[in-house]
Each structure stands twice: as structure tokens, then as C-alpha cells.
């Protein structure tokens, strides 16, 4: 039963809209990627349905799930990836949001199944470092999120590339999750570029560690209230 439809009317419709920020960043091809929100208050997330266009979206289409992936609400198939998110959830309960691209960039990284260095400042400022590799796994059950799990706890990067397979990013929020994706792939483009002409300059930790607190506490506007 769950106790706020309403909540989860606003979740889809949130979900469903940041699907598109996908599309309009160049971060998937035909209906590849996905991106999930956590329900607050309920044992419950909402996902992309399996191979559904993204011109095809609807909030009603969204489905939700429980953290076990089992469909509770919805009248299509979950995403292939669900397995992933749901185990995300169950083992980071500060994470609400859960994003899946193959980006080109930054995909080509994981193939490579190397990490990305951290020699931008903006890198420091979203990343805290490098962004990290996940180990390989297969698609459909909950490998590829033990990898993640496993991989971004205690790690300040929301993203991991999964190696030969793509990347996932958390967010505090669905919207989060999605800016660390656009910021992944534009990192992974300009470090590939600076690597083409030759060796990237790595930043000092303890510049890391500045430019990450100055972005994560100071950066932006703030409440007077």
C-alpha cells in the first residue's frame, strides 16, 4: 500500500522530465540509459520502463519499484537495470537518486577500464579526485550494483565508470544524479583532449581538497533564513 500517491505522482513527473536532460546533453543513443528517483519515506523507487523511447515518456509510463526491483506500480517492464538501482538503495540509503548513461567519453574511459584523472579544477570541484572504475559485471542482476556500492562508498566521486559497460552516478537527489552524469562526460571529453596533446598536469591533493570544499559548502547561493 502506499501511504502518498501524490508523492509518487510527483516523483514521475520529476523523473520522467529528467530523462530529457539526458537526451538534450547528448548522454544516450535510441532508448540506452536511465535514470531512478527514491521515494521519500517509502521503500520504493521510480524507474524508466525497459526500451521505451524517450519521446515516448510519460510520468504515468515511469514505473515504481521496491528495493528488492520487484515491480509494484505500472503496467510496463522496469528498466533492464533495476536490479542495480534497487541495490544501490538498499545498501546507500543517503542516496535518493540513481543515473545510467553510455556516454561516449566517458564510456570510453570504462572500456579502457581506467579511471579519470583529476587535472581540472572542476573535476576537484565536483569530484573530490579521480573518477573511480567499478569492476566488470553482467547486466539484470544486482552485480553491477554491488560494483558500485563497493566502489563509491567512502569515495567522494558521485560516478563511477563501470568497466567495459558505462557509467552510474548518485545524487542526494534524481537531479544530482543527473548533473554528475553531464559533468562526467565533459570531463572525460576535455581530460581524453588534453591527453591528445600530451601529459595532463595533476592538481596537489591538498588543492583538490580546497577546491572541493569551496565548491560543496561555499559555491552558489545560499539560504539567509
Known amino acids: 500500500m502506499i501511504d502518498d500517491p501524490r508523492s509518487i505522482q ?32 517509502e521503500d520504493l523507487f521510480v524507474i524508466k520502463p525497459s526500451g521505451v523511447s524517450y519521446d515516448d515518456l510519460t510520468p504515468e509510463s515511469i ?4 528495493l528488492d526491483g520487484n ?29 545510467h548513461t553510455h556516454s561516449t567519453y566517458a564510456s570510453a574511459w570504462a ?38 556500492v563497493a566502489t563509491l562508498t567512502g569515495h567522494r566521486s558521485p560516478a563511477v565508470l563501470m568497466q567495459n559497460h558505462g557509467v ?10 543527473v548533473k ?12 581524453h583532449i588534453s591527453r591528445q596533446l600530451g601529459r595532463p598536469l595533476p592538481i596537489a591533493q591538498a588543492d583538490v581538497d580546497s577546491l572541493y570544499d569551496r565548491y560543496q559548502n561555499v559555491y552558489g547561493q545560499r539560504s539567509h533564513l
Open 63 to 66: 514505473v515504481v519499484c521496491d
Open 111 to 148: 572500456a579502457r577500464g581506467e579511471a579519470i584523472p583529476c587535472v581540472l579544477t572542476a573535476m576537484a570541484d565536483e569530484f573530490g579526485g579521480e573518477i573511480p572504475v567499478g569492476p566488470f559485471a553482467l547486466i539484470g542482476g544486482d552485480d553491477i550494483g554491488k560494483g558500485i
Open 71 to 99: 515491480l509494484v506500480e505500472g503496467d510496463l517492464a522496469p528498466s533492464s537495470d533495476t536490479a542495480a538501482h534497487a541495490y544501490v538503495y538498499r545498501h546507500m540509503p543517503e542516496v535518493n537518486g540513481v543515473v
Open 180 to 191: 554528475a552524469a553531464v559533468m562526467c562526460e565533459d570531463v572525460a571529453r576535455t581530460v
Open 10 to 41: 510527483r516523483l514521475r513527473e520529476t523523473v520522467c522530465r529528467l530523462h530529457a536532460e539526458l537526451v538534450r546533453y547528448g548522454l544516450v543513443a535510441w532508448t540506452a540509459g536511465n535514470v531512478s528517483g527514491r521515494v521519500p519515506g
Open 168 to 177: 552510474f552516478t548518485i545524487g542526494d537527489s534524481p537531479k544530482a544524479a
